[in-house]
């Protein structure tokens, strides 16, 4: 039986997603394969099926299985906590990195919302400067814009 992915680990029970079908009661046997920093490549545990539920999406099929664990014995309860702390490290790292995602999506499209801002206050100011002049209300060259630092009006 694959692993596809796994759900829950308590200190009773292993929850995963697997494409094999067992029949509840099942007697199983996992060998779970550990990630590679750790220094023992895998972990096997015996347990009890005490759920196997089909799930359908687009045409392909999974399977949520529950094993309730057998007693396990000291060493390998420890290593089964360490692998439990990784996953939870793990969920965390990865959500965490989605977050950064979106908040760096968030900061690009306001970066360029502020060009598009300070392009438009630039545009009003030469306009306004213009009208202002034709009308004879302001002196000409009284004011211009700083080419050498596009977008911002410096007064002369």
Same mark, same amino acid.
């Given at each position: 039986?694959k692993?596809?992915?796994?759900? @829950?680990?308590?200190? @009773?029970?292993?929850?995963? %997603?697997?494409?094999?079908?067992m @029949?509840?009661? #099942?007697?199983?046997? &996992?060998?779970?394969?550990?990630?590679?920093?750790?220094p !023992?490549?895998?972990?096997? !545990?015996?347990?009890?099926?005490?759920?196997?539920s &089909?799930?359908c999406?687009?045409? #392909? #099929?999974i399977?949520?299985?529950?094993?309730?664990?057998?007693?396990?014995?000291?060493?390998?309860?420890?290593?089964?906590a360490?692998?439990?702390?990784?996953?939870?490290?793990d969920?965390?790292?990865?959500?965490l990195?989605h977050?950064?995602?979106?908040f760096?999506?968030?900061?690009?499209?306001?970066k360029?919302?502020?060009?598009h801002? =300070? #392009?438009?206050v630039? %545009?009003?100011?030469?306009? =306004?400067?213009?009208?202002?002049e034709?009308?004879?209300?302001?002196?000409p060259d009284?004011?211009?814009?700083d080419?050498?630092r596009?977008?911002?009006l410096?007064?002369?």
């Amino acid at each position: 039986m694959k692993i596809l992915q796994v759900i @829950d680990v308590t200190d @009773d029970t292993f929850t995963f %997603l697997s494409n094999t079908h067992m @029949d509840k009661g #099942s007697e199983i046997k &996992l060998e779970i394969r550990l990630p590679e920093k750790m220094p !023992i490549k895998s972990l096997t !545990i015996k347990g009890d099926l005490i759920q196997c539920s &089909l799930f359908c999406q687009n045409g #392909s #099929s999974i399977y949520l299985i529950e094993i309730k664990t057998c007693l396990l014995s000291e060493v390998n309860r420890k290593i089964l906590a360490a692998y439990k702390d990784y996953l939870e490290r793990d969920k965390e790292i990865k959500k965490l990195r989605h977050d950064y995602n979106i908040f760096n999506e968030a900061v690009i499209e306001l970066k360029e919302n502020f060009r598009h801002l =300070a #392009s438009a206050v630039l %545009l009003f100011f030469n306009m =306004a400067k213009g009208v202002l002049e034709s009308a004879g209300k302001l002196p000409p060259d009284k004011t211009s814009i700083d080419q050498s630092r596009p977008n911002h009006l410096t007064p002369e």
